[in-house]
């Protein structure tokens, strides 16, 4: 199936990295545009968003997944680019309660027929969310548990296999996207990727490429250009030193158990 991609240049993604930083820093418009002589309205905290979508704070410092993710990629992609998604989220369901009184899965699950910047803000805030939670840093993310390696296994061969399998996925998403683990409505693990911001949570998403995300990593070069630039590879080989296997196993369970 055709899926719009929006590869750039990497001229454009620095310009759109410096855009991102300029929005998540800048004082709100309407503050900009008073008259000089108007009593300015207190500030809002930096990149505060008047919503019902929140940026979580990281489970660890910004230094803590060195060498794997540098520190600076790490507040660029938290501090920036995860709270402009956030904010833009909160603004694409102002004023619409029956978006912004409804879980994000909720939304995402039927974004076919939501604005498009519910698409990309929503799937962006719920990526991003999970990313940081999928991750732990290097030496304490622990092993699969015994119930996902054995799924792992006879799904895919091997761990080894399947950490090919999801590192060949990650170079072939073209452009801008993820790579995933999902647990399928059938029971069944599979290797799966998505352009921009969307998930396997997405209605959008071909069926058979939709269920519950064990796994992802951000193949977005903001994820790892300061450090890899052009080798994607590098990164995705590099990455499985900070995965929190923890994390993975316990969401892994509770996939299989609602499925019951
Ligand atoms: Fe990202």
Known sequence: MARAHRAEPLTCRVLGLLTVVAVGLAPPVAAQGAAPQAPAPPAPAVGSPAGPFRLPDLPYPETALAPVIDAE?????????????????????????????????????????????????????????????????????????????AAIERDFGSLDAFRRAFEAAGLRQFGSGWVWLILRPDGQLAVTSTPNQDNPLMDVVPEAERGTPILGNDVWEHAYYLTYRNRRGEYLQKWWDVVNWREASRRFAAAQAARR
């Open 73 to 149: 990629t790490m507040r660029l992609h938290h501090g920036a680019h995860h709270r402009a998604y956030v904010n833009n989220l909160n603004a694409a369901v102002a004023g619409q309660p029956a978006l912004a009184g409804q879980p994000l899965e909720a939304l995402l699950a039927r974004v076919s027929g939501l604005p498009k910047a519910v698409r990309d803000n929503g799937g962006g805030h719920w990526n991003h969310d999970f990313f940081w939670r999928i991750m732990a840093p290097p030496g304490t993310g622990g092993e699969p548990s015994p119930a996902l390696r």
